[in-house]
C-alpha cells in the first residue's frame, strides 16, 4: 500500500499476501476504501460498506455463503449482540438523518431489534444472527427509499 502522506496515515503493508486471493469477488477490508466525507453520495457508500461488514463479510469455507461480524460479535456473552446492535443502529441514524420517512425508519429499527433480541439467546442466536441479516436489508431500504 502506497501513502503519499498527505491523508495522514502512516504507512503499512505485511508484505503478504491478502486474506483471501481466489480471485472472487470478495470485501474489501482497507480502510482506504471507507468514505469519510460527509455528502449523500459518501454516506451511501459508507454504511453498505458497514452492511457487508456486519452482515457479509467473511466466507463460510466450503460454501457460498457468507457470514459478517454480527454473528461472530454475538459469540461473546451479553455485550456481543448489544454492540452489534449499536453499529446496526448507525445504519438507522444515518437513514434519518438523510431523509427516510418514519415509516421506513420504524421497519428499520424494527430488523435491529429482532437481530439483538433473537441474536442474545445462546448458540440459537449465533445461528439467527448469520442468516437474519438486518443491516443489508436495511441499506437496501435506504437506497429504495431515496431512489438509488
Do not use: C, H
Amino acid at each position: 500500500m502506497e501513502n503519499d502522506g498527505d491523508d495522514g496515515r502512516d504507512d503499512w503493508d505485511d508484505g503478504g499476501a491478502d486474506w483471501n486471493d481466489e480471485g472472487s469477488e470478495q470485501f474489501e477490508w482497507s480502510l482506504e476504501d471507507v468514505p469519510l466525507s460527509g455528502d449523500a453520495e459518501a454516506t451511501l457508500e459508507r454504511i453498505e460498506w458497514l452492511g457487508e461488514l456486519l452482515d457479509e463479510a467473511v466466507p463460510v469455507p466450503g460454501t457460498d455463503y457468507r457470514v459478517g461480524l454480527d454473528p461472530i460479535l454475538g459469540i461473546l456473552p451479553v455485550g456481543g449482540d448489544a454492540v452489534a446492535a449499536l453499529i446496526s443502529l448507525y445504519i438507522v441514524g444515518e437513514a434519518a438523518r438523510m431523509g427516510v420517512s418514519k415509516s421506513k425508519l420504524a421497519l428499520m429499527i424494527s430488523l435491529v431489534a429482532v437481530d439483538a433480541v433473537v441474536g442474545s439467546i445462546p448458540v440459537l442466536g449465533t445461528v439467527f444472527d448469520a442468516v437474519w441479516k438486518a443491516n443489508k436489508w436495511n441499506v437496501g431500504l435506504l437506497k429504495r427509499e431515496l431512489g438509488v
